[in-house]
Structures are given as structure tokens and as C-alpha cells.
């Protein structure tokens, strides 16, 4: 069974810290890697994604990828409440995404 | 990324009734795909819609209960046939515009009572 897993939360952090999300994942064939961001009551939005192992920064944004520990992880910077979402992770397994249940961040004032 | 439509946006059915849900995206794409997001649940992929082909089910997704049409690059629709409470959920069709990058449409919430 291919898995992807995530703490479901909520996790809470104050406005202005850093939000750290993780994801791991059981195929060591995957490839391709995704986070997607999804407000309560809309669909989910591609915000980053990341294929080679390291670090990967667009904007308040860091993905981290170490492909020998299936770790994937998404770092925001000076979080704000209008980051409060639903962040899904998801990877490449044989031409089409796996999704883990997400993980709920909440960003309080 | 791309714009992505789908109709009906919401819907309340009886059981036992059908709905066509249709997807349009504003360019073309080789690869579209379905998905059900239950209540606070993740997304679970139906079936994988290549156009010139027939659609690829994920298992416990069948053809008889999950018709696709792919009639081109830039449409598909998914019928939900026989519908029962179960059915009840977000159907949701996304579009692959580069290497394993998806992009969502808006969903559409089914009731079915």
C-alpha cells in the first residue's frame, strides 16, 4: 500500500513564526513532490513542489526533500492568519499523486 | 496554471437519480483527472481521463457507477449513476499541466437524499 502521511493538527502558531509541516511517504520509487494549500470550503492550490533533494524557497515558502529518510516538508516564514489551511502533501507514484489526510494550521494573531 | 471550470457547482439528488458533472479547462490537456474529497477527509483519485482512450478506475472505482467522457483536450465529464447517500460528497477534476503538476477545479458538492 503506498502511504502518505500526515499529522492531521491543528497546528497553531503564533502570527509572524515559522509553521513547519511534515509529510512522509512509504515509496522510495516516488519522484515528484507537492503541497497544496486548501481553505476550508474551496478546492486545494498547487503552491510548491519539489523534485531533487535539499531545499527549495519561493517567497515565504521552503520546501525540504530528503529522498534516503522519505521526508518531505513545508517551512512558512512570517506566518499570517490568512495562511490558516489545510495543507495537503502529495507525491508522484506511477503517473498519478498520492494525497495525505492534510494537516490543519491555524495562525493566531 | 490554467482555468478550470465545472458544472454544476452544487446539487441535491434523489437516490436511485444520475449526475453528469462536467469539467472544462481553458487550454488543452492530455491528462485530466477525478477525484471525491469527503467531509474533512483528503482526496481519494476515481479515475484517470486520457483523451483517445479509455478512463483508467482506481480500485473500488467502477465503470458501471463512474462513467467518463473525454471527447477532447479540453472537456470530460463524470456521471455519478444510481446515486445512494453514500455518494454524498466534493467531486473535484484536475488538470495536468506539467510534469505531475495538478491543478484543481472548483468542485462540485453532491447531496444525495
Known amino acids: 500500500q503506498k502511504e502518505v502521511e500526515q499529522n492531521s493538527g491543528p497546528l497553531s502558531v503564533p502570527e509572524g513564526a515559522i509553521a513547519s509541516l511534515n509529510c512522509t511517504y512509504s515509496d522510495r520509487g516516488s519522484q515528484s513532490f507537492f503541497w497544496y494549500r486548501q481553505y476550508s470550503g474551496k478546492s486545494p492550490e498547487l503552491i510548491m513542489f519539489?523534485?531533487?533533494?535539499g531545499d527549495k524557497e519561493d517567497g515565504r515558502f521552503t520546501a525540504q526533500l530528503n529522498k534516503a529518510s522519505q521526508y518531505v516538508s513545508l517551512l512558512i516564514r512570517d506566518s499570517q492568519p490568512s495562511d490558516s489551511a489545510t495543507y495537503l502533501c502529495a507525491v508522484e507514484n506511477t503517473d498519478k499523486l498520492i494525497f495525505g489526510t492534510g494537516t490543519r494550521l491555524q495562525v493566531f494573531p | 496554471s490554467a482555468v478550470i471550470s465545472q458544472k454544476p457547482s452544487r446539487d441535491i439528488c434523489q437516490r436511485g437519480t444520475s449526475l453528469t458533472i462536467q469539467c472544462q479547462v481553458d487550454s488543452q490537456v492530455t491528462m485530466m483527472f477525478w477525484y471525491r474529497q469527503q467531509p474533512g477527509q483528503s482526496l481519494t483519485l476515481i479515475a484517470t481521463a486520457n483523451q483517445g482512450s479509455e478512463a483508467t478506475y482506481e480500485s473500488g472505482f467502477v465503470i458501471d457507477k463512474f462513467p467518463i467522457s473525454r471527447p477532447n483536450l479540453t472537456f470530460s465529464t463524470l456521471t455519478v449513476s444510481n446515486m445512494s447517500p453514500e455518494d454524498s460528497s466534493i467531486y473535484l477534476c484536475?488538470?495536468?499541466?506539467?510534469?505531475?503538476?495538478?491543478?484543481f477545479g472548483p468542485g462540485t458538492r453532491l447531496t444525495v437524499t
Open positions: 484536475s488538470v495536468e499541466l506539467r510534469s505531475y503538476e495538478q491543478y
Open positions: 519539489i523534485y531533487s533533494n
